[in-house]
């Protein structure tokens, strides 16, 4: 059964910086695009950044730019988003999913609260 | 980027309606266009991939279509399991702009 499980999410401080963490099984990491998508409270899906199999391209929403990584591991069935410089409005559940394109396989999200 | 746009916003149906949604992009996304399906607390989970294949294991009542700009998913005869909000995503261009979604719930 594919399983995708984020965590990494809580409560952070305006400036401050969090590191999600996405654990894969069921099904090969190192085959598939991942992504990280975004949904605020009281607002709509938002695609944040996606990652090639091998790491060697990475793209994000212009929003994040500069401020979120996303990264991987391969041999430990993970995907990572390093979130910088936090404001308000990144506040949102982050979820991660499995593909490029359309998206096959998502978990119920991480929260990420940030507020002073 | 890609705007999308969805209509309506929200709608109120009943048990054995038949619903459609409307999707369109502010260009031409050739079949880059794909539906998703959230309820709340629950991940989100793809119905139909490009414009009209039907994900596996979503029962045939959902179906889509369209091309270049304008697009549809349709639900014929809603169960209640189908009461959700619903989000079209195109994947032309980066980024992979979601529409704002379309609630569906019980009249």
């Not at chain 1, 399983?3 to 996405?22: K, T």
């Not at chain 1, 929003?63 to 410089?85: E, H, W």
């Amino acid at each position: 059964e594919v399983q995708v499980v984020e965590s990494g999410g809580g409560l952070v401080q305006p400036g401050g910086s969090l590191r999600l963490s996405c654990a894969a099984s069921g099904f090969t990491l190192s085959r598939n695009w991942m992504t990280w998508v975004r949904q605020a409270p009281g607002k709509g899906l938002e695609w944040v950044a996606n990652i090639k199999q091998d790491g060697s391209e990475k793209y994000y929403v212009d929003s994040v730019k500069g401020r979120f990584t996303i990264s991987r591991d391969n041999a430990k069935n993970s995907l990572y988003l390093q979130m910088s410089s936090l404001t308000a409005e990144d506040t949102a559940m982050y979820h991660c999913a499995r593909g490029q394109g359309w998206l096959d396989d998502w978990g119920q999200g991480t929260l990420v609260t940030v507020s002073s | 980027d890609i705007q999308m746009t969805q209509s309506p916003s929200s709608l109120s149906a009943s048990v054995g309606d038949r619903v459609t949604i409307t999707c369109r992009a502010s260009q031409s996304i050739s079949n880059y266009l794909h539906w998703y399906q959230h309820k709340p607390g629950k991940a989100p989970k793809v119905m139909i991939y490009a414009v009209s294949s039907l994900q596996s294991g979503v029962p045939s009542r959902f179906s889509g279509s369209g091309s270049g700009t304008d697009f549809t998913l349709t639900i014929t005869s809603l169960q209640p399991e189908d009461f959700a909000t619903y989000y079209c995503q195109q994947t032309y261009n980066i980024p992979f702009t979601f529409g704002p979604g379309t609630k569906v719930d019980i009249k």
